[in-house]
């Protein structure tokens, strides 16, 4: 016989173990459960707005509508903290777009503001009924309403401000001539009127009537050549009354006016009337103190004056040479090639003082003979600018420090001022533009013809910003720019200056 194994008690039977572990483990857990389930139930009480207001917007919104009620009722009809009636139903119609009540509640803010308005114009408190009509405008009110509301305010503000005595003293300021300058004035007044009644036609026609009278002075100023006057007029013109019909045409008259004002001042300068170049660029600058072209022909005329300076104090004339140097400064205060002159005045003083005291006249012929030798001897090796203190340029500084009256000082000095030509001519046709440059430096600390030293220059800028253009084509925008400064230096009004710098900006601003 087989074995017999018991019958395995069923599951529900009484006497399984298993039947009491469930009650076991609640026995063993209950505290843990209890605190769970309490802390269940503290979330719900705490997220119960919050759910409720996910679960189902429309109770926010009913209560942005009542607080909206509520503000409109008190007249609090907007706020920037959001705590206007205007603010609150926006908040409501965002929450709850498809519930009509917002949209109606806006509009019976819209009224309310026209209402507000409308008592504040009575009141004669302008500010707060323009704001009350604004917010109208922007809540749609109807425009009609609102149109009258604007209409009434500005019959008060004018009626406040006393339009017609104001009317009367700008009539009587305009017959007086006195058409602007002050407050008080023709077209001040004008303007206040006009602001508050841009429809006024005895300010419109006052007005047009002053500007054209300033325009007409413009015109006559420019025919006096007063072109700051012309300037002037013309400004206050376009402050009061920037479409003026006869403005444009004024307008173009200064434009022609300046620019043949600036083509007589750069003759003037090259045909070494300096004074007289200087005083047109300053009418040119004290037209628009941001000319650039006028401001670099003063630099012009300031480095012109400074090489002046240098030849009288070659002659030892140094009284006339500081005042002629201090006229440069004023005009250029801040042109490296001044302060450069400067210098080698103050070591022509220095030398000149020392030559004085030490030396006697014989000494002086002496030192004298043995330079014009040393001249020669470096005019035979081609020394004319090179090495530094032995070339026949420096010599011949010294010895006319010395002796500047002395012929053969003024033959050397003959001399090398055709040799620094003829140096400029090769050096600039061989492209070696620095080698040019400081051959011009030494042509113009010897030559008296501004009119040939003014042409160089500008030869000598042309060729600098010709090579600017290929490196600029090429893609050095760095070399390109070194050009430009170097074609500046030489020669601030050469023409295609302003064209050139303005491509080297656009190349610089896009990357190259």
């Not at 022909?297 to 240098?310: H, N, P, T």
């Not at 080297?504 to 190259?512: D, H, N, P, Q, V």
């Amino acid at each position: 016989m087989g074995s017999h194994r018991p019958p395995a008690p069923h599951r529900d039977h009484p006497g399984c173990p298993r039947q009491a572990a469930p009650a076991a483990f609640v026995r063993r857990h209950w505290r843990w459960m209890t605190a769970g389930l309490g802390l269940l139930l503290l979330l719900l009480l705490v997220l119960r707005q919050p759910l409720a207001e996910l679960l189902w917007p429309q109770n926010s919104a009913q209560q942005a509508m009542a607080e909206a009620d509520a503000a409109l009722a008190r007249g609090h009809l907007s706020a920037a903290d959001g705590s206007g009636a205007r603010e609150l139903y926006e908040a409501a119609l965002a929450m709850d777009p498809d519930r009509p009540g917002p949209r109606a509640g806006l509009a019976r803010v819209a009224q309310a503001a026209l209402a507000v308005a409308q008592r504040e114009t009575d009141a004669g408190n302008f500010p707060a009924a323009h704001d009350a009509l604004r917010l109208a405008r922007e809540l749609a009110a109807p425009r009609a309403a609102a149109d009258a509301v604007a209409a009434r305010l500005r019959e008060r503000e004018i009626a406040a401000a006393g339009l017609e005595e104001m009317w009367t003293q700008a009539d009587r300021a305009y017959r007086e001539g006195r058409l602007h300058g002050d407050d008080e004035s023709a077209l001040p007044l004008y303007r206040r009127i006009l602001r508050l009644d841009p429809a006024h036609l005895g300010a419109l026609r006052g007005r047009d009537d002053a500007v054209a009278e300033l325009l007409h002075g413009a015109r006559s100023a420019l025919r006096g050549g007063d072109l700051a006057g012309a300037a002037a007029a013309i400004a206050v013109a376009r402050e009061f009354d920037p479409g003026h019909v006869d403005l444009p045409d004024t307008e173009a008259r200064m434009t022609e006016e300046r620019d043949a004002i600036l083509d007589l001042a750069r003759e003037e300068l090259e045909g070494g009337s300096l004074d007289h170049a200087a005083r047109l660029y300053g009418a040119l600058l004290a037209m628009d103190a941001e000319d650039g072209e006028a401001r670099e022909g003063l630099v012009l005329v300031g480095r012109a004056l400074a090489r002046r300076a240098e030849r009288l104090a070659a002659e030892h004339r140094f009284a006339e040479a500081e005042a002629t140097l201090a006229r440069a400064r004023g005009l250029a205060p801040d042109d490296p090639a001044l302060r450069a002159v400067e210098e080698r005045i103050e070591a022509s003083r220095s030398l000149h003082a020392r030559l004085g005291n030490v030396r006697s006249a014989a000494e002086r012929e002496q030192r004298v003979r043995e330079l014009i030798a040393a001249i020669a001897a470096a005019e035979e090796l081609g020394e004319l600018l090179e090495p530094p203190g032995s070339n026949a340029y420096d010599k011949l500084r010294i010895a006319q420090t010395i002796s500047p009256d002395d012929p053969d000082v003024r033959a050397a000095s003959a001399r090398l001022l055709e040799a620094a030509g003829d140096c400029f001519e090769r050096e600039l046709r061989r492209n070696s533009l620095g080698r040019a440059g400081a051959c011009l430096d030494a042509w113009a600390a010897l030559a008296t013809d501004e009119t040939l030293l003014a042409a160089a220059r500008r030869r000598l800028a042309q060729r600098w910003l010709a090579v600017g253009d290929e490196r600029l084509a090429a893609g050095e925008l760095d070399r390109a720019a070194a050009a430009l400064r170097s074609a500046r230096e030489t020669d601030p009004a050469a023409p295609g200056l302003a064209e050139f710098s303005e491509r080297l900006r656009t190349a610089f601003a896009s990357g190259g």
